[in-house]
């Protein structure tokens, strides 16, 4: 069963939460053109839909019986098998599926049956345990609305409060649980996790979202992008973890996001991160959600690229730093599959 259609749904709290953050202030907004606001041109050519499927297929045929991928480490931690199985949700397929259901339920219970009792989403491998949970979070809030496990919301809520009560001091997250430093590519996966529960109706207090967009705006860089962990340094999947969030959390006619838009928008093609799969999913949804030139531009040369590279048998590889097969499997689906427009994630 393909789902089909455009995900309207409007949270209230999200809503609530997007609106107490406010708008930018005139002083920091730049000049905006007509065509930079356009509507998102999307657009599922025969060749993207093949892609995608040979892409499904090759997870299908690839998930172990306990809902894990186990030709890595990477693919028993929960967040590589959280953003495995939203390629399936990313095409319109439900848990009901006849072809690929099973595939989304296995992935859903392995979540959460590897859930630790402080609420933690690790799955079966200890490496970065708060990078998995952050792709964890955001992926049972996907699945919240549409499977019949009533294990998935109260899962979600210990996900949701884990990270409420283990933001630090700056505002963001880290590696481990309590943490006491931050940096922008950690606490972009949380931002994710927290902004997708928040659509589903998980309560995310307002002051969270505060404090993490302080902590992005204090790693923006002067001239456009986001550093690691301060305002310095900025490179292409940092950039689109720090614009991405800003947007979804209700700035992005900020300063921080339109200078990022131009600083990507100009090294779009380039290639010039070690990070190519886990770059092009932040940017390819930052470049969404920017639109007009920005989203034509990324759409016209990533996606070809990313289509390009993929293997004879269905997958992404060569890029472990991209989470090994598995993961740069479902990096680069979930980069193309933006243009369906149904993950709720995605929308604008």
Known sequence: ?????????????????????????????????????????????????????????????????????????????????????????ARGHTPDDPKYGHVIRRAT???????????????????????????????????YG????????????????????????????RYSVNSSDSDTTVSGAQMMGLRAAASGGIAVPIETIRKAIGFFKYAYCPGGGFGYTGPGGPNMPRS??????????????????????????AQIGSNNSGYFYYMTYYCSQAMFQAGGKYWRRWNEVMTPMIIARQSENGSWSGDYSSGGVTGATAFALLSIEINYNLLPIYQR
């Open 1 to 89: 069963m393909i789902r089909q259609g455009r995900h309207s749904t409007l949270i209230i709290i999200v809503v609530a939460c997007l609106t107490a953050l406010g708008p930018a202030t005139p002083a920091t907004v730049p000049t905006v053109r007509a065509d930079d606001l356009a509507a998102p041109e999307l657009e599922v050519t025969p060749e993207l839909d093949r892609a995608v499927v040979r892409g499904l297929d090759y997870l299908a045929s690839t998930q172990k019986e306990d809902g894990s991928w186990g030709e890595d480490g990477y693919g028993q931690t929960a967040g590589i098998v959280g953003v495995a199985m939203m390629t399936f949700l």
């Open 109 to 143: 219970d392995y979540i959460v049956s590897t859930q630790a009792s402080n609420g933690l989403l690790g799955g079966r491998h200890g490496s970065s345990p708060m990078y998995s949970h952050g792709f964890a979070t955001l992926a049972l809030a996907e699945v």
């Open 146 to 173: 549409q499977i019949d496990d009533p294990r998935v919301g109260p899962a979600l809520e210990k996900a949701v409060g884990l990270l409420v009560n283990g933001q630090n001091g700056q505002g963001g997250w």
């Open 240 to 265: 689109g973890i720090g614009m991405l969030v800003m947007c979804l959390s209700g700035e992005y006619r900020s300063a921080e996001v339109r200078t990022t838009a131009d600083w990507i928008f």
